[in-house]
């Protein structure tokens, strides 16, 4: 499926897989399989964009899949984000939903939402809330009608 059908239809939280559809290389050509890991891979689904307009072009819609940290001591020291442009070229795939009953913590930022964790019930979204310090985050669980909020209402920490 193409980037569009993403932006259209995978909800927050989906496991997407990217491919540009050639083979692995051997791990003997490291600068080859270095260059096939940039166009194949597998992210979680934190953030779509719409197109935005400036005054002399218009970027188009994107989205950005959350591919993985790097830690140290339990400690995040880099966050691998990788985001793709409506007219990429690479085919896309949901490889897996957000299961019914797992709860989103979102943040609005800039007029988009961004998922910051998927977590399997609400007492562990809002251990995960006062963990981090998001103030401003909210919850929704997935699977209810409409983008209900949990408990009906929004929830902040």
């Known amino acids: ?38 166009s194949n891979g597998v992210g979680r689904l934190v953030k779509k964009e719409p197109p ?19 830690s140290s001591d339990g ?19 949901v490889a897996e939903e957000p299961k019914p009953g797992q709860v989103r913590v979102l943040l609005d930022f800039g007029g988009n939402t961004e998922l910051l964790h998927l977590a399997e019930s609400i007492t562990a979204a809002e251990l995960w809330i006062a963990r981090e310090g998001y103030r401003n985050a909210r919850l929704e669980i997935v699977g209810t009608e409409d983008g209900e909020r949990a408990g009906g209402a929004d929830l902040a920490a």
């Open 1 to 38: 499926m193409s980037a569009t059908t993403i932006i259209d239809s995978a909800p927050l939280g989906a496991l997407i897989r990217y491919t540009d559809g050639s083979p692995k290389p051997p791990a003997r050509f490291t600068k080859k399989l270095a260059a096939w890991e940039r």
């Open 52 to 70: 935005r307009v400036y005054p002399t072009w218009t970027a188009p819609a994107s989205f950005t899949l959350h591919e993985g940290n790097f």
């Open 75 to 93: 400690v995040i020291l880099v966050t691998i984000m990788r985001s793709h442009s409506a007219d990429s070229r690479l085919i896309f795939e």
